[in-house]
């Protein structure tokens, strides 16, 4: 029979991939609880008008890459292509924006169907952050700061960071009418894409990936020359903020990121080492979608950062994860030995806290049972036969130094792994 393999872009995490995702998961959960933020946890399926409505209905996520289905009631459902969208529902449903000044953030799979390369999948995974309620600049600058202090937690050389602002919606439509007589008076030049989305949402144009379109749309007008007073005002703030606190930047004008649903400020953390699918992080303002999905008018910005990309580059950069290896590999010698093994087991994670304890689980001959426990990556081998049941002690075996084995009294072996916690582990000998 052929066997079943999973669905094409979206991939195991395997054990030995998993130490890296936890090392960066847990490094990012301490960093938002340091700055105040609070985890939430949306469902992964909502239904689709939710992203129609905040994603915009003529973008690529929803024109040709959702997860979309009837359920069996006939609804018409989605994978989440994105976070904010939920979060944002979320927070209306429960209440949440009664009290301005929200932090939150949620980190789990995306769903888009798109072509699967390096860096690009149909499920991945992000780190979606959100402050709900701040108009201020201040709210931006804290989100670009505390993704610049991730990439230094996690080791990695900072991304290049790339500002705009999209201004309001006004000042977008003012815009768009522009770049629509822009564009229109330059139709031959365009390729097919830009074409029909110069009739659907032309500010997507700025957005195309065409080196042919380049030029033209170097030099189409630029909204940051567009902005009004009170837009200008809020960007200088922000580039005054970032200034005090020594963050580099770039004001690129034709950034318009992939999503309707952004005015005012936008950002994207981009590096050239991941080749093609370059941006990690990408963020913005979006003051205006709590009221479209139903919510009385409030603030909002977030950002998003991808968690493979950011895999990826923890991979180049060398860092290796730190991933805790087992105290020990407990196997029981014999039949009165396995029938115990777990009870002594129990006894020891009863008396030692944070115990890392393997029992080993077949019956085998002792050279098979230490083949294992070498194999498990155990620091020590733990072997309990009827003399040690006796004796209420434990056979110990340092499976990382050539030293003779010892008995040691279940109470004694408390001692043991403390001193094994407070010294480095010693490499694992060539076997
Ligand atoms: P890109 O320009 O690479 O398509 P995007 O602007 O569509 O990215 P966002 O919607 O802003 O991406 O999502 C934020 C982050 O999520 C991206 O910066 C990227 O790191 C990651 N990401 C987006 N789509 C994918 C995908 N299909 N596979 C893996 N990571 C992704
Ligand atoms: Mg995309």
Redesign the pocket.
């Known amino acids: 029979m052929n066997s079943i393999k999973a669905i094409r872009g979206m991939n195991d995490i395997l054990p030995s991939a998993v130490g890296a995702w936890q090392s960066i998961e847990r490094q990012m959960r301490t960093l938002l609880a340091s700055f105040g933020y609070e985890e939430i946890r949306p469902p992964i399926v909502e239904r689709t008008e939710l992203f129609r409505r905040s994603i915009g209905e003529i973008t690529?996520?929803v024109e040709k890459?959702m997860y979309t289905f009837d359920d069996r009631n006939g609804d018409s459902l989605s994978l989440r292509p994105e976070c904010t969208a939920s979060i944002a529902r979320a927070a209306i449903q429960s209440g949440l924006l009664r009290t301005p000044g929200q932090r939150v953030w949620a980190m789990g799979p995306m769903f888009?169907h798109?072509r699967p390369q390096k860096g690009?999948y149909r499920q991945f995974h992000q780190l979606d952050v959100e402050i709900l309620g701040i108009a201020d600049a201040s709210a931006e600058a804290e989100l670009i700061v505390m993704s610049r202090r991730l990439w230094r937690m996690l080791g990695i050389d900072d991304p290049v960071l790339e500002v705009n602002s999209l201004g309001d919606r006004t000042i977008q439509k003012r815009y768009r009418k522009e770049l629509v007589e822009y564009f229109s008076s330059r139709s031959a030049e365009l390729d097919d894409d830009c074409r029909r989305r110069l009739q659907t949402n032309p500010l997507r144009i700025l957005d195309s990936k065409n080196p042919a379109m380049q030029p033209l749309i170097e030099a189409a007008p630029r909204i940051v020359d567009r902005l009004d007073p009170a837009a200008l005002g809020h960007f200088e703030r922000l580039e005054a903020m970032l200034g005090e606190a020594g963050v580099e930047y770039r004001i690129n004008p034709r950034l318009v990121r992939?999503l309707d649903y952004y005015t005012g400020t936008v950002f994207e953390w981009t590096t050239d080492a991941l080749g093609a699918q370059s941006?990690v992080c990408g963020g913005g303002r979006y003051d205006d979608l709590i009221a479209d999905i139903g919510g009385s008018a409030s603030p909002a910005i977030g950002f998003a950062i991808g968690l493979e990309r950011l895999v990826a580059l923890l991979e180049l950069s060398g860092v290796e994860p730190s991933i805790p290896v087992p105290h020990a590999y407990l196997a029981g010698i014999g039949e009165a030995g396995e029938r115990s093994a777990h009870a002594v087991a129990e006894r020891l994670r009863d008396a030692i806290s944070d115990l890392r304890l393997i029992v080993d689980a077949e019956s085998a001959s002792l050279k098979a049972k230490l083949k294992r426990a070498n194999r498990s990556g155990a620091r020590f081998a733990f072997l309990l036969g009827e003399e040690e049941i006796r004796d209420g002690a434990l056979t110990v075996r340092d499976l990382r130094k050539d030293t003779p084995q010892s008995s040691i009294s279940l109470e004694g072996i408390s001692a043991l792994i403390a001193a094994a916690d407070a010294a480095p582990t010693p490499a694992l000998p060539d076997h």
């Open positions: 690529d996520i890459e888009r798109e690009r992939g941006a």
